[in-house]
């Protein structure tokens, strides 16, 4: 994958983050996307259940923790590939 | 829970198995988590002692440093919270490591010396939460005392709107002594946090929830193992320093510091 490819997974799932921790709606199109973004890099598996959990129950704090958890993953393993570290 | 709310667990528990391996621990290494809430915040968060200990049996994790949530209590100088707090360590000898909390604007000399005649090995500081300044005279004493009593000090240090740099530049100009450890890598605000402690080495940054470029631009020997549970988790705190160390190039040697030698040489032998 390009540069470019990669920063893109990682400014979608940065922003999901953060509208995870705020409880905004908009993560779950966030996740969607960065999931999209990713499918085919390291990080694709991690952002893709993210974001089929959080589909699943939007409304569940048990599963918001779950999918920022995975999100998180998600945005490191982008992170790591970008910067050289990719497994 | 997350298996009636319709998620996979197989394909969770196969990503945190993933995640988990994501760092090759090192023989010998005794990993120690140095960012832990315990209690319930008033933000709803909650993590009680026979939980934690569960999630550092399930992760290879020898012991926590633990803290209170933000839960003042009625008093407002967090007393009870800290002595709950000492109470779990003591039903847990050796995996938790208690930490006691104040606010710098309250009577907090009192509250430290309660926490450690009840235990307590340190002292958790959280501007944001408790609206005070690093470099206020308030909290310069309660860092003072601490360190005085030989105590490392976390802060919590990252995801503020205001510069960090400057305000523990002037905090370690006033108590260069102090053993801080600066919480989330300084995320936020990490260039300038890195730059104005450089010259400090018993100032750490702590990798939990911490941002991945930040903590691949220190050294290992300024870096230590956390998880902020309950706001983290452990799988994806490992899965962080494992990605670190690949970015960084780490040797074993280092992966082993940070993930415990570094918090076991602040705290002075006390952990596992």
């Known amino acids: 994958m390009s540069a470019p490819d990669v920063l893109r997974v990682i400014a979608l799932a940065a922003q999901a983050e953060m509208a995870l921790v705020r409880r905004d709606a908009v993560a779950g199109p966030l996740l969607a996307q960065a999931a999209r973004a990713a499918d085919g890099m390291p990080a694709g598996h991690v952002l893709a259940e993210a974001a089929r959990l959080l589909r699943a129950a939007p409304e569940r704090e048990a599963v918001r923790q779950a999918a920022l958890s995975l999100c998180r993953m998600g945005l490191q393993e982008a992170q790591a590939d970008l910067l050289g570290g990719a497994p | ?3 009636a709310a319709g998620a996979d667990v197989d394909a969770l528990a196969g990503i945190e198995q993933w995640a988990r391996r994501s760092v090759v621990v090192p023989d010998g290494t005794g990993i120690v988590d140095m960012h832990v809430h315990l209690g319930i915040d008033r933000d709803g968060h909650a993590l009680g002692a026979d939980d934690l200990v569960r999630d550092l049996d399930a992760n290879g994790i020898a012991a926590a440093a633990a803290f209170p949530a ?3 209590g009625a008093s407002g100088d967090f007393r009870e919270a800290n002595l709950r707090v000492c109470d779990a360590a003591t ?3 050796g995996r938790i490591i208690p930490f006691c909390r104040v606010d ?3 009577p907090f000399e009192a509250v430290m010396e309660e926490a450690h005649r ?3 090995r340190g002292l958790k500081l959280h501007p944001v939460a408790q609206r005070f300044r690093p470099e206020s005279d308030p909290c310069v004493a309660a860092v003072r005392l601490a ?9 919590h240090a990252g995801f503020g709107a205001r510069p960090l740099g400057p305000a523990f530049a002037a905090l370690l100009e006033r108590v260069p002594s102090a053993r801080l450890i600066l919480a989330h890598g300084g995320r936020g605000d990490h260039r300038a946090l890195a730059a104005a402690t450089a010259a400090y080495p018993d100032v750490l940054f702590d990798t939990s929830i911490a941002a991945l470029p930040d903590l691949v631009m220190l050294p290992p020997e300024r870096l230590v193992f956390g998880s902020d549970r309950p706001y983290g988790d452990h799988a994806q705190a490992l899965h962080l320093v494992g990605a670190a160390a690949r970015v960084a190039g780490w040797d074993a040697a280092a992966l082993r ?8 040489r602040l705290l002075g032998g006390v952990a596992p």
């Open chain 2, 147 to 155: 360190t005085d009593m030989g105590w490392p000090v976390v802060f």
């Open chain 2, 1 to 3: 829970m997350l298996g």
């Open chain 2, 91 to 93: 039903a847990h000898p």
């Open chain 2, 70 to 72: 933000d839960e003042p």
């Open chain 2, 257 to 264: 510091a940070v993930l415990g030698g570094n918090a076991r």
């Open chain 2, 104 to 106: 710098p604007a309250g």
């Open chain 2, 118 to 120: 009840g235990g307590a």
